[in-house]
């Protein structure tokens, strides 16, 4: 044992700067991993920890539709334990450079934690103070843009009474405010889960405002109750109905985070964890490398120390030992680079969510992770120990390559290249070397795959259900004529469908239906799954309504129109529709009429026929007035849409792995070599050649790596976007550019070439004096 200790004394001393920059790459590759790790886990747990931070989700919210906030009778309630409000009002700030009234915003008046923020820049009003308030971050943009604005100053504001809302005159030119006008003050900038499912600009004022300013319009109020254990929602709901302005009011879901967004963060984590799995894997093999370089035994040493009675155990536990002190050199660096990295999570708009912000240790996973890391380092040095126990043989069946690239008449630095890809110094294969980038690689062109595919979705219609060239109507109100039968005969149309959209409760579950009766060219909603519905006992479902509701092509469900009438329904299909996605359902608009007698069909969806004039829409949106922003994009393509950054940032991180790993084996591979390149020179080989040898060895490798790494890549992405396409029930297909693969091989070798170029001229300084060294 002391000889073996003193033999591990001297190896550290001798080789202290390597082992030092062994110790520094791994703890980097392995913080890499580790971090990754953590920040999967800090993504995943930040909706349920934003709740947390903003007093959790109430039971549910009442939408009180108009009238004198119902907040504190609904907090006196039985049953009820808490109750917070945030109400509509119909303020606006006046624009400081010309007067007129900044309509962009939508003005609120409560409780900010009501609408669940949190603090970005500055703090919540005072509850006291009644001309205070907040902007989300969308609002600060603008009013920084538009007037230079920061936190703490002071904005006119300018109000509708309730009598102009009731009467909907804060809409004609012809009236304008009828309240005071006051000053308020910008105290701080919010941000919120609300903010990732909706863009819009939005503004609080504080939860004294009210009491301050009783003549202000309240448009609509949102009640967030919180009930005590045991209490029964439905009298709760009752007791508000017989309330004064509480008799149209209805609850809805109280949620801090709501399902879309939930849905969102899950999309993200679910590639996080792949992405981290492939690089804890792709780590995990190039760390094995290193460790084995760093400690291997020379022939000759190996040769002496088996002479004088050493044992092969021995040799496992001096190795097992050397890497063990790189080890903990590593777990130093991987644990700070973990805490940094850590202050990037959650990524992009996924922000949203976290309640503190900034470096976080996850103790857990870091500890973990450190523990598997050293583990893999050890395990490393101990088989290095292992394989110098024995003679190394030399299988000829891997050189069969260098041997084809030989036989083929190809240059001799291209042939001693070859030769040295396909064996390692003293014989060995180099199988986990390439192995490592392939994963690497292929790590790299998934999330690429991913990311593009991603922002695919988000910017082609066809694939969330708008199968059609143009839709026209307003969904907003009832036709009050028929709209369909005026367009059916035109020339310029090979496909028209009258439709409406509405909401039916499906087995218990509010959903959002699309309602259609194709007149002519068969223009349905995509079915993924069976067929558009087509009788009138029929429905289609989107994947996600079907798996919420544990339902199938051919099960019967139950629906329930808006005034109850109940029918049972066939599902017949797995269907996509423009306004919901996966999220929604569809029926022929007869089916739907027997439900809701009140319907009509007020939207009209076209295809033009071939040779259609540009203008051929002109004629029908001339009598069929089309609102702004007709259909809202589905909400799950909307969360998805603020995902499409996350793939480019892993696969940034995969590409920085692969770069540090490669900058330490090109060098570490010619020292490695040094006598093969003294025999070389012996031969009479001159510098050009070989710094040639190792170029080629370079682009060989890169080479191969490349056709492993990428197959699998564009393999491994397509089955992410693919498990993404299904959960969002949205039309699948992934893209895979090849134009941009071939772009990203080209500049792997590139690369690759140039981190070779220092390794190149230290061959071409190899003298002949290097066979008279041990390696």
Same mark, same amino acid.
């Given at each position: 044992?002391?000889?073996?200790?003193?033999?591990?004394?001297?190896?550290v001393?001798?080789?202290?700067?390597?082992?030092?920059?062994?110790?520094?790459?791994?703890?980097?590759?392995?913080?890499?991993?580790i971090?990754?790790?953590?920040?999967?886990? /800090?993504?995943?747990?930040?909706?349920?920890?934003f709740?947390?931070?903003?007093?959790?989700?109430?039971?549910?919210?009442?939408?009180?539709l108009?009238?004198?906030?119902?907040?504190?009778?609904?907090?006196?309630?039985?049953?009820?334990?808490?109750?917070?409000?945030?109400?509509?009002?119909t303020?606006?700030?006046?624009?400081?450079?010309?007067?007129?009234?900044?309509?962009?915003?939508?003005?609120?008046?409560?409780?900010?934690?009501?609408?669940?923020?949190?603090?970005?820049?500055?703090?919540?009003?005072?509850?006291?103070?009644?001309?205070?308030?907040? *902007?989300?971050?969308?609002?600060?943009?603008? +009013?920084?843009?538009?007037?230079?604005?920061?936190?703490?100053?002071?904005?006119?504001?300018?109000?509708?009474?309730?009598?102009q809302?009731?009467?909907?005159?804060?809409?004609?030119?012809?009236?304008?405010?009828?309240?005071?006008?006051?000053?308020?003050? @910008?105290?701080?900038? $919010?941000?919120?889960?609300?903010?990732?499912?909706?863009?819009?600009?939005?503004?609080?004022?504080?939860?004294?405002?009210?009491?301050?300013?009783?003549?202000?319009?309240?448009?609509?109020?949102?009640?967030?109750?919180?009930?005590?254990?045991?209490?029964?929602?439905?009298?709760?709901?009752?007791a508000?109905h017989?309330?004064?302005?509480?008799?149209?009011?209805?609850?809805?879901?109280?949620?801090?985070? =709501?399902?879309?967004?939930?849905?969102?963060?899950?999309?993200?984590?679910?590639?996080?964890?792949?992405?981290? =799995?492939v690089?804890?894997?792709?780590?995990?093999?190039?760390?094995?490398?290193?460790?084995?370089?760093?400690?291997?035994?020379?022939?000759?040493?190996?040769?002496?120390?088996?002479?004088?009675?050493?044992?092969? /155990?021995?040799?496992v536990?001096?190795?097992? !030992?050397?890497?063990?002190?790189?080890?903990?050199?590593?777990a130093?660096?991987?644990?700070?680079?973990?805490?940094?990295?850590?202050?990037?999570?959650?990524?992009?708009? +996924?922000?949203?969510?976290?309640?503190?912000?900034?470096?976080?240790?996850?103790?857990?996973?870091?500890?973990?992770? %450190?523990?598997?890391?050293?583990?893999?380092?050890?395990?490393?040095?101990a088989?290095?120990?292992?394989?110098?126990?024995?003679l190394?043989?030399?299988?000829?069946?891997?050189?069969?390559?260098?041997?084809?690239i030989?036989?083929?008449?190809?240059?001799?630095?291209?042939?001693?290249?070859? /030769?040295?890809?396909?064996?390692?110094?003293?014989g060995? /294969?180099?199988?986990?070397?390439?192995?490592?980038g392939?994963?690497?690689?292929?790590? *790299?062109?998934?999330?690429?795959?991913?990311?593009?595919?991603?922002t695919? !979705?988000?910017?082609?219609?066809?694939?969330?259900?708008?199968?059609?060239?143009? %839709?026209?109507?307003?969904?907003?109100?009832?036709?009050?004529?028929?709209?369909?039968?005026?367009?059916?005969?035109?020339?310029?149309?090979?496909a028209?469908? &009258?439709?409406? !959209?509405?909401?039916?409760?499906?087995?218990?579950?509010?959903?959002?239906?699309?309602?259609f009766?194709?007149?002519?060219?068969?223009?349905?909603?995509?079915?993924?799954?069976?067929?558009?519905?087509?009788?009138?006992?029929?429905?289609g479902?989107?994947?996600?309504?079907?798996?919420?509701?544990?339902?199938g092509?051919?099960?019967?469900?139950?629906?329930?129109?808006?005034?109850?009438?109940?029918?049972?329904?066939?599902?017949?299909?797995? $269907?996509?529709?423009?306004?919901?996605?996966?999220? &929604?359902?569809?029926?022929?608009?007869?089916?739907?009429?027997?439900?809701?007698?009140?319907?009509?069909?007020? %939207?009209? !969806?076209?295809?033009y026929?071939?040779?259609?004039?540009?203008?051929?829409?002109?004629?029908i949106s001339?009598v069929?007035f089309?609102?702004?922003?007709?259909?809202n994009?589905?909400?799950?393509?909307?969360?998805?849409?603020?995902?499409?950054?996350?793939?480019?940032?892993?696969a940034?991180?995969?590409?920085?792995?692969?770069?540090?790993?490669?900058?330490?084996? +090109?060098?570490a591979?010619?020292?490695?070599?040094?006598?093969? %390149? &003294?025999?070389?020179?012996?031969?009479?080989?001159?510098?050009?050649?070989?710094?040639a040898?190792?170029?080629?060895? $370079?682009?060989?490798?890169?080479?191969?790596?490349?056709?492993?790494?990428?197959?699998?890549?564009?393999?491994?992405?397509?089955?992410?976007?693919?498990?993404?396409?299904?959960t969002?029930?949205?039309?699948?297909?992934?893209?895979?550019?090849?134009? @941009?693969l071939?772009?990203?091989? *080209?500049?792997?070798?590139?690369v690759?070439?140039?981190?070779a170029?220092?390794?190149?001229?230290?061959?071409?300084r190899?003298?002949?004096?290097s066979?008279?060294?041990?390696?």
């Open positions: 044992m002391t000889a073996l200790t003193l033999r591990v004394h001297v190896w001393r001798r080789h202290l700067r390597p082992l030092l920059m062994t110790g520094f790459l791994i703890g980097i590759i392995g913080g890499l991993a971090g990754l790790a953590a920040g999967t886990q /800090r993504t995943g747990s930040a909706p349920d920890r709740t947390t931070a903003v007093g959790g989700d109430a039971d549910f919210v009442i939408v009180q108009g009238g004198t906030p119902l907040t504190d009778e609904i907090d006196k309630l039985p049953g009820v334990s808490e109750a917070r409000s945030i109400a509509f009002v303020s606006f700030l006046v624009s400081p450079t010309d007067g007129s009234l900044v309509f962009e915003p939508n003005p609120f008046a409560g409780d900010g934690l009501t609408v669940r923020s949190k603090v970005v820049d500055g703090r919540f009003p005072d509850p006291s103070v009644a001309d205070e308030f907040t *902007v989300n971050v969308a609002l600060a943009r603008y +009013l920084a843009d538009q007037f230079g604005t920061r936190v703490g100053d002071l904005f006119q504001v300018r109000s509708f009474d309730q009598q809302v009731d009467t909907n005159a804060f809409d004609d030119p012809t009236f304008g405010p009828a309240v005071p006008p006051f000053s308020a003050t @910008l105290v701080g900038i $919010t941000e919120g889960p609300g903010d990732f499912d909706d863009l819009s600009k939005a503004l609080v004022f504080s939860p004294a405002f009210l009491k301050a300013h009783p003549t202000v319009g309240v448009a609509q109020t949102l009640v967030g109750v919180y009930l005590d254990d045991g209490a029964d929602a439905s009298s709760v709901i009752d508000v017989a309330m004064p302005s509480g008799a149209g009011a209805y609850p809805v879901d109280g949620s801090v985070v =709501s399902p879309a967004s939930r849905r969102a963060v899950r999309f993200q984590v679910t590639a996080l964890w792949i992405v981290s =799995s690089a804890a894997l792709a780590g995990a093999i190039v760390v094995l490398q290193l460790v084995s370089r760093m400690v291997s035994v020379a022939d000759g040493e190996r040769s002496s120390l088996i002479a004088l009675g050493w044992q092969p /155990r021995d040799l536990t001096e190795r097992a !030992i050397e890497a063990a002190v790189a080890a903990m050199i590593a130093a660096v991987a644990a700070v680079t973990a805490y940094a990295l850590s202050s990037v999570f959650p990524l992009g708009a +996924l922000r949203t969510f976290e309640p503190h912000t900034g470096r976080s240790m996850d103790w857990v996973i870091v500890l973990g992770g %450190l523990v598997a890391l050293s583990a893999v380092a050890i395990g490393g040095g088989l290095a120990g292992r394989r110098s126990g024995g190394v043989t030399r299988d000829r069946s891997s050189g069969r390559l260098a041997d084809v030989a036989a083929s008449g190809a240059s001799m630095p291209l042939a001693i290249g070859a /030769r040295m890809v396909t064996y390692s110094a003293g060995r /294969r180099w199988h986990r070397l390439y192995i490592a392939a994963v690497g690689m292929a790590g *790299v062109v998934g999330s690429w795959v991913v990311g593009l595919s991603l695919t !979705i988000a910017d082609h219609p066809a694939r969330w259900g708008v199968n059609y060239d143009a %839709l026209f109507g307003n969904p907003y109100v009832s036709a009050d004529q028929d709209i369909v039968t005026p367009i059916a005969d035109n020339p310029d149309v090979a028209l469908t &009258g439709a409406t !959209i509405g909401s039916l409760n499906i087995d218990g579950e509010d959903t959002a239906l699309f309602a009766d194709a007149v002519r060219g068969g223009l349905v909603p995509t079915a993924l799954e069976g067929r558009a519905p087509s009788g009138s006992d029929e429905i479902l989107g994947a996600e309504v079907a798996r919420h509701l544990h339902v092509i051919g099960d019967e469900v139950a629906a329930v129109g808006p005034t109850g009438e109940s029918r049972s329904f066939q599902v017949v299909g797995i $269907t996509v529709t423009p306004d919901a996605g996966g999220a &929604g359902s569809t029926m022929t608009f007869p089916a739907f009429l027997a439900l809701n007698p009140t319907a009509s069909q007020n %939207l009209l !969806i076209v295809n026929g071939p040779g259609a004039p540009a203008a051929a829409g002109d004629a001339a069929n089309s609102p702004p922003g007709l259909l994009t589905p909400v799950s393509v909307r969360a998805l849409e603020r995902v499409t950054a996350a793939p480019y940032l892993l940034i991180v995969l590409l920085t792995l692969l770069v540090v790993a490669s900058a330490y084996l +090109l060098p591979s010619v020292r490695a070599r040094r006598q093969e %390149l &003294g025999v070389l020179r012996a031969l009479g080989c001159d510098g050009r050649q070989l710094r040898i190792i170029h080629w060895q $370079t682009i060989l490798a890169s080479a191969l790596v490349l056709l492993l790494g990428i197959p699998a890549g564009i393999v491994a992405g397509r089955w992410v976007v693919g498990r993404l396409t299904h969002l029930g949205i039309v699948p297909g992934a893209t895979v550019p090849l134009s @941009l071939v772009s990203m091989a *080209v500049a792997v070798v590139v690759a070439n140039v981190l170029v220092i390794p190149a001229r230290q061959a071409a190899t003298a002949t004096t066979l008279q060294r041990d390696r």
